[in-house]
């Protein structure tokens, strides 16, 4: 199930809810947890068993781990057992696929890989109990022996398929207790609103150009389609994910948890570094403290720094998906990440914000058509918009849709900044009664327009009927 | 919250829609509970169009959405524009490769099958031809015309093309085409006959010999529905009737029935109000006059022939009118069986390329 449909928005939802609120504070999570297998195995009736068994693995392993923490060898094998654990269900259904794929072009053999569908959410949750496991065997958090409190910090549905990746230190004390307040209940519902209106209202109809210049053969593609193309593509993914966060938050914030921060508007970063600061909050933080924090991180010397830059920008890319392109997204921004750790940075902060804003936006544009196009495709796709093999600049079809576009694309463009945000808290906060009314009546109409979009999404009219 | 409450309460209790006339199609019913439904995942897709189908006030949100589309200066949806004067006008999508050859094949086929028959072959143009200076700026709506000569140049000179897009564009003015559905009107369809006639050798009857009536004045069409835009001005639909009468017999010939007028009046009363022509399509239709005025004609064709047909009556005493989406018979022997000396495939280019079935004039 997604929260921008229906049967989640009008019918899961608010049972859940009301269930959940009925519920005496012990059987809370409970309710969670049961909820969040229901909402799990709407979409995946036979993979949430995988993920039940992901649970109970790791929950034992966090026993034994703190069973033995005096004797360091036992906990040490058993970190390692889950480890590989984890990571060899992530490879199996992630990345045998990609991997066989490789070896048989490679060696010109052809074993037979099965076809198995992407577990949904399996590289969140694998890498939140990851997280949890090692930060028991560092004794930075204490074990969690409740197998329901446990359960509900890995199911939790509103984070459950799309992040963010939450650490279980950040969450372990509100898993036993909470405090719930109608301000936050009302906090949390803005949240979501504003992530449902980011997704249904921003990023499905920007989308929709998207995919009618990715349907374009590339020979018949101008320079100006690909460019508007990749930039429709820019906001969207942006709208998509970060109103998937969003909405995770909120409904936390319903829940009565408090869930981190994903993105900071990271279309305003004047270089790559700030950008991956600001993108996939809950992400990158994972990568440092348990990868490249762990390999030395940079007090090690230049050469170690290298390496293990190297390997977090690998695997960044890898998280994303397997196959090569993102491989490839992800050194490609660990070159400019290290590039500018060595030197760009400090021209960038000195020359005057439009070039850096610039500079760091076409590494991120251009970074897109790595990131959703094979990288035969992309490599002619990134010519087209160089003007190389392209159909000319500009035709009927480009000015056709950037004139019918220029209002929504200007809209995407202030959204994507913090402006709109601070009117609204501009308004909230000046505690005039009317501006207030005006502000819930502006939610209520963003709400509102995202249901019919979500229902029109579903119009079909048939109309050739013995026409 | 109050909101979503209301929503959630609102669906179990406004009774389930089996059809949406705005739609024009079945809507999806609470599907059957399966354990092995459940587990393949059908029952939760299937669950989530039935909820959506259901949903409450449906149409209301979806008039809610193109008018916000609007606001956003979107002036095309699901493939039809937003043109000026209140026009909506469908795009053409450019055939795939070799669908023309395909076709011609085919009708050549049908040509050596039956020698010695003359045969005429009009390919209308729509709205989005005709009316290109009614589109929204730089709108690709697809190049109409370089098709049509296309399967002109391919035609053998056995076959007649009869050109009438130059007539119609000279009665741009005037309303030759509905405005919110796919068809020309009547007075469209009059053009097109004068131009039928100079090829065919006949003298067609003058404006002046018709009675216009009109019959409806709300008329929402197809592309009404189908790009889900409110507030567009209804068509209304009028009849050239003839002052001089004749009578006719139409036999539908798979539904058994007969009737003697070549409108079918209640249609008036349904959502899809151009089947007041000849009823909407039917596999076969035979049309014959009482008084006996001229040979016998076949007609192979889409909806855009039930508004010119009418014309046709008054110049032969029979016309067969085959609609090759529903007939399964032989054209060859229909045509030999009734002695039929003049045979017209009439199609607007959209479904001329779209439609497979004229591929069936194939002769094997």
């Not at chain 1, 000195?350 to 970074?367: C, E, N, Q």
């Not at chain 2, 009734?338 to 591929?359: A, C, G, M, Q």
Request: proline share 5%; aromatic share 16%.
């Amino acid at each position: 199930m997604v929260f921008s449909s229906l049967i989640f928005l009008f019918q899961f939802f608010p049972a859940t809810l009301l269930v959940y609120y009925l519920s005496p504070n012990r059987l809370r999570n409970a309710v969670l947890v049961a909820a969040s297998l229901a909402f799990y195995a709407w979409g995946e009736p036979v993979y949430v068993f995988l993920m039940i068994f992901s649970i109970l693995f790791d929950y034992a392993n966090g026993l034994l781990i703190d069973k033995y923490r005096h004797r360091k060898s036992i906990a040490r094998t058993v970190l390692i057992f889950s480890l590989l654990g984890n990571a060899a269900v992530l490879g199996f259904f992630k990345y045998a696929g990609f991997l066989i794929d490789n070896i048989n072009r490679l060696f010109h053999v052809h074993i037979q890989a099965a076809e198995l569908p992407l577990p949904i959410g399996i590289s969140f949750y694998t890498f939140q109990t990851m997280s949890y496991i090692v930060d028991v065997y560092r004794g930075s958090v204490p074990v969690q022996k409740n197998i329901v409190a446990f359960g509900a910090y890995v199911t939790m549905f509103p984070q459950l398929v799309a992040g963010p990746i939450v650490k279980y230190g950040d969450i372990a004390a509100q898993l036993a207790s909470r405090r719930m307040t109608l301000e936050k209940f009302g906090e949390g519902a803005e949240w979501f609103i504003r992530g449902l209106a980011k997704k249904a209202l921003l990023a499905n109809p920007i989308g929709s150009l998207w995919m009618s210049v990715k349907s374009t053969p590339t020979e018949e593609l101008t320079a100006g389609y690909a460019w508007l193309g990749i930039i429709a593509f820019t906001f969207q993914i942006y709208f998509d994910f970060s109103g998937y966060s969003d909405m995770a938050r909120g409904l936390g914030k319903m829940f009565g948890f408090e869930l981190p921060v994903n993105f900071n508007y990271p279309y305003i970063s004047r270089s790559v570094t700030e950008f991956w600061r600001r993108w996939h909050i809950t992400l990158g933080s994972w990568f440092r403290e348990y990868i490249y924090i762990p390999l030395g991180g940079n007090r090690r010397g230049l050469r170690i720094q290298f390496r293990n830059l190297l390997a977090v920008w690998l695997l960044t890319g890898l998280w994303h998906g397997a196959s090569w392109n993102f491989i490839v997204w992800g050194l490609y921004f660990g070159f400019f990440v290290t590039v500018e750790k060595l030197a760009l940075l400090k021209w960038l902060q000195r020359v005057p914000a439009p070039v850096s804003h610039i500079y760091t936006m076409l590494v991120v544009i251009v970074g897109w058509v790595l990131f959703e196009m094979d990288l035969g495709t992309a490599g002619s796709f990134i010519g087209v918009m160089l003007g190389f093999g392209a159909h000319g600049w500009t035709d009927d079809r480009t000015l056709y849709a950037l004139s019918t576009n220029a209002i929504p694309l200007a809209a995407l463009a202030l959204c994507a900044t913090p402006l709109p945000r601070k009117a609204f808290m501009h308004l909230a906060q000046k505690g005039k009664r009317g501006d207030a009314i005006a502000v819930s009546a502006a939610y209520g109409m963003l709400l509102a327009l995202s249901t019919a979009y979500l229902v029109t999404a579903t119009y079909n009219p048939f109309l050739y009927f013995r026409f | 919250m109050l909101f979503v409450g209301t929503i959630a309460v609102l669906h179990p209790a406004l009774p389930d829609r089996s059809f949406s006339d705005s739609e024009n199609r079945v809507l999806e019913a609470l599907p059957p509970f399966s354990l092995s439904s459940l587990l393949s995942g059908k029952f939760a897709s299937r669950y989530e169009k039935y909820v959506a189908d259901q949903f409450a006030f449906r149409d209301v949100w979806i008039g809610l959405k193109t008018d916000a589309d609007r606001a956003m200066g979107r002036t095309d949806s699901n493939g039809v524009y937003l043109g000026k004067d209140g026009y909506l006008i469908a795009a053409f999508a450019p055939p795939a490769e070799g669908e023309a050859e395909e076709k011609v094949a085919a009708i050549h086929s049908f040509d050596r099958a039956t020698p010695g028959v003359r045969k005429y072959m009009m390919l209308a143009p729509t709205a989005a031809a005709v009316h290109r200076d009614k589109l929204p700026a730089f709108a690709p709506a697809g190049d109409e015309l370089a098709y049509m000569e296309r399967i002109r140049k391919l035609l053998s000179p056995n076959i007649r093309f009869v050109d009438v897009y130059p007539a119609l564009y000279a009665e741009r003015e005037r309303p030759v085409y509905y405005k919110t559905d796919h068809h020309w009107t009547m007075q469209g369809a009059y053009a097109a006959y004068r131009e039928l006639c100079k090829e065919m050798g006949m003298i067609p009857k003058d404006e002046e010999d018709f009675r216009v009536r009109q019959v409806t004045n709300a008329f929402y069409g197809s592309l009404y529905s189908k790009s889900g835009f409110r507030h567009m001005q209804p068509d209304s639909i009028s009849l050239y009737l003839p002052k001089e009468k004749t009578d006719y017999t139409v036999e539908y010939a798979d539904e058994g029935h007969t009737t003697h007028s070549l409108y079918a009046m209640e249609r008036l009363e349904r959502k899809d109000k151009y089947q007041v022509f000849l009823g909407g399509n039917y596999a076969l239709i035979r049309i014959m006059a009482s008084r006996p005025t001229g040979g016998k004609l076949l007609v192979v064709k889409d909806s855009y022939a039930n508004s010119l047909i009418p014309f046709l009556t008054g110049h032969f005493s029979e016309i067969y009118i085959v609609d090759l989406r529903y007939f399964d018979g032989s054209l060859t022997r229909l045509v030999e069986q009734h002695d039929i000396r003049d045979v017209l495939i009439v199609y607007n280019i959209h479904t001329f390329f779209e439609d497979p079935s004229i591929k069936y004039l194939k002769e094997e």
